[in-house]
């Protein structure tokens, strides 16, 4: 197995990608602490994990709130005894053009993408350096790297978590610390399904032309990137073996976007 005893931690794990990221890391050996709002909402993933033979503990863990990242990260290092990989992966999503953005909508977007990934970030990395070293991962998008219409909150926040990325490469590799982010085209995930109305009513078009026309339009071959396809680069990005991979931005996104 490719992670065999790592203790890792997967914020936003209790459905979507997450979830699925979270059961990959399991298979592969790892211990799993799996964050989201309530420890309620990571119990079906724990729960799935610990029934295939895995190990997993449900965290209560509000990526904004300082003391909860803080508390949440302390906990898996008091039952586990470290952290050797983080992935920011908690995410939210607005639908609305600039001019009618509500400002408290744009913050709730930066606050949990960007200051969550942040603070998971800071609380991760003080584990890490005290213990030789480790992998900091982030949920990117391919919106990390290009904008679309009507999301402009989350193409800032995606685009500035390249960033935080790209500066922890940097900063953490004399702390033996590397760090991707990964860069997913749409994934037909809870949060994916509740834009498709959306931009429908927005843009003034069927569900099913968002989805073709939209969505995969500029896909190689009209399909949806899935859970699965995400939670296999995260295993490998997770397990691989030297700094040789970090700093990086890793697309999977059946070709929507060529870097």
Known sequence: MRMNNRVALITGAGRGIGRAIAEAYAREGA???????????????????????????????DVTDEQAVDNGVDAIVERWGSLDIALANAGVQHIDPVHKLAFADWRKVMNVHLDGAFLVTRAALRQMYASGGGVMLYMGS??????SPLKSPYVAAKHGMLGLCRAVAKEGAEHGVRSNIICPGFVRTPLVEKQIPEQAKELGISEEEVIRNVMLKNTVDGEFTTVEDVAELAVHLAAFPSAALTGQSIVVSHGWHMQ
Do not use: N, Q, R
């Not at 391919?142 to 904008?147: D, G, I, R, T």
């Open 142 to 147: 391919v919106h990390s790297l290009e904008a």
């Open 31 to 61: 211990k799993v602490a799996v964050a989201d709002l309530t420890e309620e909402a990571a119990a079906d993933t724990v729960s799935a994990i610990e029934a295939a033979g895995g190990t997993a503990m449900a965290l209560a863990m």
